[in-house]
């Protein structure tokens, strides 16, 4: 069984940053993709990035790249999502994922932590 707890989201301005945290818990957590996808309020749910198990390859959504990086520390489990020049189109709902490419979706979720970006 893995957790997930997410954590690091906020209030930012337009142009703003945010640093988001996912801390993973259970077993064969180091040798899984991890990922981010978000939800706005009223609409579907959308992927942001993901993460290989090496830390090596990232993909990142069309609507996102170029402004987040997404990373991961296996020794403490956790993986990262830096957003930077924040918009108000950025504003959801985010939540930490194993296996994001997972064609039938992803194997776990996080409760997601809410991220909002004043016009």
């Known amino acids: 069984q893995v957790h997930l707890v997410e954590s690091g989201g906020g209030l930012v301005q337009t142009g703003g940053s945010l640093r988001l945290s996912c801390v993973a818990s259970?077993?064969?957590?180091?040798?899984?993709?991890m990922g981010w996808f978000r939800q706005a309020q009223g609409k579907r749910r959308e992927f942001v990035a993901s993460i290989s198990r090496t830390g090596q390859n990232t993909l990142l959504g069309d609507a996102v790249g170029g402004r987040f990086t997404i990373s991961r520390d296996s020794a403490k489990n956790t993986v990262y999502l830096q957003m930077n020049n924040l918009g108000p189109s950025d504003t959801a709902v985010y939540f930490c994922?194993?296996?994001?490419?997972?064609?039938?979706?992803?194997?776990?979720w996080g409760q997601g932590t809410q991220v909002t970006v004043s016009s």
């Open positions: 994922v194993t296996n994001p490419h997972n064609p039938s979706g992803p194997d776990y």
């Open positions: 259970g077993r064969t957590v180091s040798t899984s993709s």
